[in-house]
């Protein structure tokens, strides 16, 4: 597959999304915050759920984790595709602070955004970005990152630092989109024709492979040919185990 053909495969309506992750990975998930604040970000979502483990002499052990990362929805509860505000990435960084004043609990982060929304000034996109960063480095509790689909500039790092950062094998993830490359490069005269989009994404190394190799993420987790669906089972296996 070529690299535009993988964007394709993120952006499918048949593609899995952080809810279906949710229902067949985690147990006793609940949605958790502010949801009927001015302040909620559809694109955001945060729950507390447990997680099943089964260990090398056979016990299975249940432990509690947060789970925050990017919704994009779909139909008539589609979440601005996933593109989060200024004030859903400060939601999720309160949490995450939060998981470790309460107990030390291990954060499990999602990212599939094709990059943050573009506000400005005093709701500047870029400061929330930063702290985001800035405060996930401090963290002392167990931080598990993983793509799942679009890894957009820095709307995707904003959940994308842990001890562990794994990508899915149909996800991508660079500094910039291939249509904002593509923009720059046609002077921002839109739209941008398609062959100037393919060519940038394939300059701009944004596979799983590519990431691995490069040293962005520790692991793969693989897909079929062409992307898990919700309905996968299998790969949520994977994904769990």
């Known amino acids: 597959l070529a690299p535009y053909d993988i964007i394709r495969i993120t952006r499918s309506p048949e593609r899995f999304t952080l809810e279906d992750i949710v229902h067949h990975v985690y147990?006793?998930?609940?949605?958790?915050?502010?949801?009927?604040?001015?302040?909620n970000d559809g694109a955001i979502v945060v729950y507390q759920a447990?997680?099943?483990?089964?260990?090398?002499?056979?016990?299975v052990i249940t432990e509690p984790v947060l789970v925050v990362g990017h919704e994009k929805g779909r139909g008539e509860h589609f979440r601005q595709g996933g593109a989060a505000n200024p004030f859903g990435n400060e939601r999720a960084r309160k949490f995450m602070e939060t998981a470790q004043l309460r107990g030390g609990i291990p954060v499990h982060l999602f990212v599939s955004t094709p990059g943050a929304f573009p506000y400005e000034e005093p709701l500047s996109a870029w400061r929330e970005i930063a702290q985001n960063l800035y405060t996930m480095a401090g963290l002392s509790v167990p931080i598990v990152a993983v793509n799942i689909?679009?890894?957009?500039?820095?709307?995707?790092?904003?959940?994308?630092?842990?001890?562990?950062?794994?990508?899915?094998?149909?996800?991508?993830?660079?500094?910039?989109?291939?249509?904002?490359a593509g923009a720059i490069r046609n002077r921002f005269e839109l739209p941008v024709p398609l062959d100037i989009i393919k060519e940038f994404a394939a300059e701009v190394k944004l596979t799983a492979k590519d990431n691995l190799r490069y040293?962005?993420?520790?692991?793969?987790?693989?897909?079929?040919?062409?992307?898990?669906?919700?309905?996968?089972?299998?790969?949520?296996?994977?994904?769990?185990?």
């Open 50 to 59: 447990e997680i099943s483990r089964r260990r090398t002499n056979g016990q």
């Open 27 to 39: 147990s006793n998930a609940e949605e958790i915050g502010s949801r009927h604040n001015f302040t």
């Open 149 to 180: 689909g679009e890894g957009g500039s820095g709307g995707a790092e904003a959940l994308f630092m842990g001890d562990i950062r794994a990508m899915t094998g149909k996800a991508w993830h660079t500094v910039i989109s291939p249509e904002g």
């Open 215 to 241: 040293g962005i993420v520790d692991k793969i987790i693989p897909e079929p040919l062409l992307g898990a669906t919700r309905s996968d089972f299998d790969f949520f296996d994977r994904l769990h185990y």
